[in-house]
C-alpha cells in the first residue's frame, strides 16, 4: 500500500491499523534520532501533507505517541514532543535506576549461552551500522540490545515497565546515538555490560547500566540550555 493511497478515507480497518503504525514508527524514530525535538510541535496539517496520510491516521498516530509518553498535547499548542521539567527529569531517571538495579537482582547467573550471544550480535549490529552512521539501524539495535538484557530478569511486568520509562526519556537519551563520541562510549559500555553478564558479576553490571543513562542525559540538559 502506497503512502498515497494512505490519505483517503475508504482505507479497510487493517489498513487504517497499518498506516497508523507505520506513521507512529516514523515520527517515534524522528524523536529517536534527534529530529524532532523537545517542545518542537507536531502540527496535523504538516504531517498530513508531509507523509501523505490521511488527518484520522496522523490523531491516531499522535494518541498512540502520547500513550507512550513521546508526545503531549497542550491547550491551544496542539502536539508536541514531550519535554520535562528538572524535577521531573530526576524523578524518571530515579525510577530507571530502581527497575535497572532490580531487574539486575532478578537475572539468573551464569547467565545462559544463548543471552551472551545474542547481545553479542546486537551489539556487532550496532557496531557496523554506527561505523556506516545508519543511524536510524543504530537506534534499532540500541532499542534491541536494551531489550534483551532487561528482558533476563524473568518477569515481564518489570520488563515493561523498564520499556515504559525508556520510552518516556527517549527524547533525552536519543542524544547518545547523535553525538558520535557519545554513541562509541554507548557501544563501549555495551561491551562491559556483556563482560559482567559473562563474569555474573551483580555489582559491576548494575554500575555500568546506571553510569551508561547520565552521559545522554548531560548531552540533552547542554543541548537545551539546563547547564
Not at 63 to 91: F, K, P, Q
Not at 132 to 157: I, K, P, W
Not at 172 to 189: D, G, K, M, T, V
Not at 197 to 203: C, E, M, S
Request: with cysteine.
Amino acid at each position: 500500500m502506497g503512502m498515497k493511497q494512505m490519505q483517503h478515507n475508504s482505507l479497510e480497518p487493517g489498513e487504517k491499523i497499518r498506516a497508523e503504525a507505520w506513521l507512529y514508527e516514523q515520527l517515534k524514530r524522528d524523536i529517536l534520532l534527534g529530529v524532532l525535538r523537545p517542545r518542537e510541535r507536531l502540527l496535523e496539517n504538516e504531517l498530513h501533507e508531509r507523509f501523505q496520510v490521511g488527518r484520522h491516521v496522523v490523531r491516531a498516530a499522535l494518541e498512540a505517541l502520547e500513550r507512550a509518553g513521546l508526545v503531549e498535547r497542550r491547550l491551544n499548542r496542539g502536539a508536541l514532543v514531550r519535554d520535562y521539567t528538572e524535577d521531573e527529569i530526576e524523578e524518571l531517571y530515579d525510577m530507571r535506576k530502581l527497575l535497572h538495579e532490580a531487574a539486575v537482582e532478578r537475572m539468573k547467573f551464569p547467565a545462559k549461552e544463548e543471552l551472551i550471544a545474542e547481545l553479542e550480535r546486537i551489539n556487532s549490529v550496532y557496531r557496523e551500522n554506527l561505523e556506516q552512521r545508519n543511524l536510524a539501524e543504530v537506534v534499532d539495535a540500541n532499542d534491541r540490545f536494551h531489550r534483551t538484557l532487561y528482558a533476563s530478569c524473568g518477569n515481564r511486568s518489570l520488563e515493561q515497565t523498564i520499556e515504559e520509562f525508556w520510552l518516556k526519556t527517549a527524547a533525552i537519551h536519543c542524544y547518545a546515538i547523535a553525538n558520535p563520541e557519545l554513541a562509541q562510549r554507548s557501544l563501549a559500555e555495551h561491551e562491559e555490560m556483556i563482560a559482567a553478564v559473562k563474569a555474573g558479576d551483580r555489582v559491576w553490571l548494575n554500575k555500568v547500566c546506571n553510569d551508561h543513562m547520565y552521559p545522554a542525559l548531560e548531552a540533552y540538559r547542554r543541548a537545551n540550555g539546563r547547564w
